[in-house]
């Protein structure tokens, strides 16, 4: 099992917050209100339909703790564990309208965090045993990226820029305005400060070799060939970190990591990995 550190949850609760008001709207949720008394409790368990990765599970006890902080709720798989169909991740009691009410806004959160470690996981299995690892990218929701990078650390992966402001990438169009590959290095090199890397896109080997002869930190190979990546591997000889990028799979990425590349990013892990399906059993009502 791969074990990642939970998220602080000042983190987290703005987020879960937020869901959970864009919800229950105006008036709450008028179904569970009308039928189930106040009284009642509740105890049942989220459990996975499907065989995956698990995610989420700190959102998911906070949408529902949120709306009612005695609930109890019991994580029995954790963050980053594997998940079998059938088998238990949170058991919960509690008040019946709160547990109903914020169902919804956990499973969500549950569900998508657990696809995105569950993809995550498919890749960096996939490469075994080369060195590279699978790292993400900014293609994820609006909103949710702080989640979402959590889940590719859960599924085993590792993060990259969390935004604009933590690391140079300069891309394609960045080298077209800027007028080349050399003089965009050089007003990047200029301006930040000596903690920050920069990395640049490349799309051809031409492009690299400029690159390496302007001292960046790390090279982005877009959508070259598995003949060119390794060549870009042999030209860099270990002066720079190598990133391969573009149109990886589970199908694809094991001859990548075979170039001998140091990161895979892969936006679909975050962009398009499906939900993984996880519901709610009610065992009791009292």
């Not at 650390?153 to 969390?162: E, I, K, P, T, V």
């Not at 077209?176 to 007003?187: D, H, K, M, N, S």
């Not at 301006?191 to 690299?208: A, C, F, R």
């Amino acid at each position: 099992m791969f074990h990642v550190e939970p998220l602080p949850c000042l983190m987290i609760e703005p987020i879960v917050r937020a869901a959970l008001l864009e919800d229950l709207g105006r008036a709450g949720d008028i179904t569970t209100d009308a039928i189930i008394p106040r009284s009642a409790v509740l105890e049942g368990v989220i459990a996975s339909r499907q065989r995956g990765t698990v995610c989420g599970t700190e959102a998911a006890v906070l949408a529902l703790r949120l709306l009612d902080p005695d609930i109890a709720a019991v994580v029995e798989t954790p963050d980053g564990a594997p998940v079998d169909p059938g088998q238990i991740v949170i058991r919960v009691k509690g008040a019946a309208r709160a547990v109903l009410s914020g169902e919804r806004v956990a499973l969500n959160l549950l569900c998508r965090l657990s696809g995105i470690a569950t993809a995550t996981r498919a890749l960096v299995d996939a490469v075994r045993p080369h060195r590279a690892r699978i790292v993400c990218t900014r293609k994820t929701t609006p909103g949710l990226r702080v989640l979402e990078k959590h889940a590719v650390r859960a599924g085993g992966g590792s993060n990259h820029r969390f935004g604009l402001d933590d690391a140079v990438l300069i891309k394609d169009n960045h080298v077209a305005v800027a007028g080349g590959v050399r003089p965009a290095i050089e007003r990047a090199r200029r301006s930040v400060g000596h903690l920050v890397k920069i990395e640049l896109e490349v799309d051809t080997l031409e492009q690299l070799a400029e690159a390496m002869s302007s001292r960046v930190d790390a090279v982005l190979l877009d959508n070259m060939t598995v003949a060119q990546m390794r060549e870009a591997v042999r030209l860099v000889d270990g002066r720079a970190v190598v990133e391969a990028s573009g149109r990886v799979t589970a199908q694809t990425v094991n001859a990548v990591a075979a170039t001998g590349v140091d990161l895979i990013s892969s936006g679909w892990i975050t962009h398009s990995a499906p939900a993984l399906d996880l519901g709610l059993d009610v065992h009791r009502l009292d």
